[in-house]
């Protein structure tokens, strides 16, 4: 198998299922995401976009399944070490969550500048 050009992947969701109280919202759902990559979930109301992300960012435990970010697996990690992992990510909501006072550069600016040390003049990737 030829190697990917954008390297090794970034996140990588491998077999992952996803339940609420025993019952299946995502079953063994596998895909890869590598640097500089522009990736898109999309599905209609309910089909599960949320419930993905929610455990991409670890908020929940996969059902089965791993949820690996730079080749760690989130689930597994606890203290120190999935703080240093789950820092690598950003969640931006959209509407009711954004200040309102702000403009969106600003509402998504706001953390880069409080948990980064990149400077404000940092190139952003094409899109």
């Given amino acids: 198998m030829a190697e990917h050009p954008g390297g090794k992947p970034i996140i990588e969701v491998q077999d992952f299922t996803a339940a609420y109280d025993g019952n299946v919202v995502l079953d063994k759902l596998n ?17 599960g976009k949320s419930t993905l992300l ?12 791993r949820i690996l970010i ?8 606890s203290g120190e070490e ?5 820092r690598k990510l950003g969640v931006l909501y959209q509407s009711g969550a954004l200040f ?22 940092a190139p952003t990737p094409p899109i």
């Fill in 54 to 65: 929610k455990h991409m960012i670890g908020l929940y435990k996969p059902a089965g399944g």
């Fill in 70 to 77: 730079d080749g760690e697996d989130i689930a597994a990690l």
């Fill in 100 to 121: 309102g006072s702000m403009t969106l550069l600003e509402n998504v600016s706001l953390p880069l500048e409080e948990f980064t040390d990149l400077p404000p003049e």
């Fill in 82 to 86: 999935r703080r240093k992992i789950l």
């Fill in 31 to 47: 895909f890869e995401i590598y640097a500089g990559e522009v990736f898109a979930i999309l599905g209609g109301s309910g089909c």
